[in-house]
């Protein structure tokens, strides 16, 4: 009690000091400064050497010359600023005659000259070769025009680019040229995506997707430890395969051979003859579980990495661990292959991204700009650039020596999985089950995704574990933590009604998402 009392009191002073500090000077509230005469001459001069210092050195006053005591207002509008008189007498230094031009040459008894008019400096300048006259633009006709503003003269009749005009030749200066003020780069449009099918049958979550190459159908792993096969067009169930022990986290069909392999958090690494659907080769190494599998795209290796900090490069014939590639300091989440340098691409939970060189095994390139966990990466299909997704930001990275190229900001989720197509269209889906869509050029967000869960679900099991593109591009195929898989396609009338809308001018027929991409 006695603390609120002190406080309230200290309050009540502090209050009534500063009243007693306003009534002391309300009644010189409208009274202006008085000027400063030492603080006055020392802008002045700053203001003379900033604004005139090329020319300072030209012509300089006369010392001890008798003037007249005319004052005058001055540029500024501060009165008792002495002005010199409309021709004064200048003193020339230096060597170079002043104003250039031919005929003029100083001798000991030709040094003062009087200051020239801008009418003799424009004939001179007309009398000049053309190539002589562009060179002496900036230097003499310029110069004149900055000395008269500073000696306080008349102001001239003509335009400041009058001078450059009249010269045969004459050019501006970049200081002339309006500049164009920086414009935001206008993103590409993109159909929005709808989604068009769910399908159930794992009974987990699904964790990883693959196309296969003929874009038949498509595979999936779960954490009910099976591996599932469906038809890309009906979305039936063809087949389940069983043989993982724990969650199937990654799958990968080759484009090589009749190969399906898969990886799980039982340590195990499968290849499956799909001609025969049993397992006909074990890849053991990894000491603990394998998050992630690609295959390189021109030679038969295949690169898996593990929450045991590695990611080991396999012979896929010979079963052979060719590389273990080590340094990260933590669980290695995702891998992706190239066929051009840098090879294996991996990002890890100790927020790293690692460019390898597979021929050395070493690490090339180690980019540290993530703060957070690094769970995906994507390499897109025609520049030669990838990205990778964190809690913090989307980054986009220039091969081959991951230079940045920007930042994607506002999917403020841990995101487990990227995709991007042909036409630009990066999809990004996290932890909550939200879906964002970016144009990969400028980085902008024109759609946000938020399906909601299956019947029966939690709203807690919204989430999106992998997503993937198929062949063709125009199916997104996303794995869910709802134990469902979820289908999109392009909304076909989106470009119906942006032709509408340019044809008839119509702003009903459009989503709010769409406007930005029209102005």
């Known amino acids: 009690m006695t603390e609120e009392v002190q406080k309230h009191s200290v309050h009540t002073l502090v209050f009534r000091s500063l009243k007693r500090t306003h009534d002391m000077f309300v009644s010189d509230h409208a009274k202006q400064v008085a000027l400063d005469e030492q603080s006055y001459k020392m802008k002045m001069t700053v203001k003379m050497r900033t604004e005139y210092k090329p020319v300072l050195h030209m012509p300089v006053l006369k010392e001890g010359r008798d ?5 005058g207002s001055d540029p500024y509008g501060q009165p ?33 000259q009087k200051m020239p008019s801008e009418a003799g400096v424009h004939s001179m300048a007309l009398a000049l070769p053309p190539s002589q006259a562009r060179q002496e633009a900036s230097r003499t006709a310029a110069s004149v025009a900055d000395i008269h503003r500073h000696a306080g003269g008349a102001e001239r009749s003509h335009p400041p680019q009058h001078a450059l005009s009249l010269m045969e030749g004459g050019t501006k200066t970049s200081a002339l040229v309006p500049r164009k003020a920086p414009t935001m780069p206008k993103p590409q449009w993109h159909p929005p995506w709808k989604l068009y099918r769910v ?14 190459p003929g874009n038949q159908w498509f595979v999936t792993g779960s954490a009910d430890r099976t591996i599932k096969i469906w038809d890309l067009a009906s979305g039936k169930l063809k087949l389940s395969l ?36 049993k397992v006909i080769r074990h890849y053991h190494g990894h000491l603990s579980a394998v998050y992630d599998l690609d295959l390189h795209p021109t030679i038969d290796v295949l690169v898996t990495c593990s929450r045991d900090a590695t990611a080991r490069v396999w012979d896929i014939r010979t079963k052979a661990n060719v590389h273990t590639l080590s340094g990260h300091t933590n669980t290695v989440a995702t891998v992706k292959c190239q066929s051009a340098e840098p090879q294996v691409v991996t990002g890890s939970h100790d927020t ?14 180690t980019l540290t700009n993530h703060k957070k966990s690094v769970r995906a990466l994507v390499l897109h299909p025609r520049q030669y650039t990838f990205a990778s997704g964190s809690p913090d930001n989307i980054k986009q990275w220039k091969c081959p020596d991951g230079n940045f190229i920007q930042n994607l900001s506002g999917h403020n989720a841990i995101i487990n999985t990227l995709a991007v197509n042909s036409d630009g269209v990066l999809v990004s889906g996290a932890d909550n089950g939200t879906i964002h869509m970016w144009d990969w050029r400028t980085g902008y967000n024109f759609q946000r995704i938020h399906a909601a869960v299956q019947p029966g679900s939690l709203d807690s099991e919204s989430g999106s574990f992998a997503c993937v593109f198929d062949q063709s591009e125009s199916r997104l195929i996303t794995a869910e933590a709802d134990k469902t898989i979820k289908v999109y396609k392009e909304d076909d009338t989106a470009a ?17 998402s769409d406007v930005i991409f029209l102005i």
């Open 352 to 365: 790293t991204i690692r460019l390898w060189d597979l021929v050395a095994g070493k690490t090339r390139a």
């Open 199 to 212: 399908i159930s049958g794992h009974l987990g979550w699904v964790r990883s997707i693959a196309v296969e």
């Open 80 to 112: 008792g600023y002495p002005l010199p008189d409309a021709s004064p007498d200048y003193l020339v230094t230096g060597t170079h005659p002043y104003p250039s031009a031919p005929g003029v040459a100083l001798t000991a008894d030709t040094q003062m």
């Open 496 to 512: 119906c009604q942006l032709f509408i809308l340019n044809s008839k001018k119509s702003y009903s027929v459009i989503t709010m």
């Open 242 to 277: 069983t043989g993982h022990i724990s969650t199937v986290r990654g799958v990968a069909v080759s484009t090589r051979s009749p190969y399906l392999f898969s990886c799980g958090e039982d340590k195990q690494v499968k290849c499956w003859d799909l001609e025969y659907n």
């Open 67 to 71: 003037r007249g005591p005319l004052h």
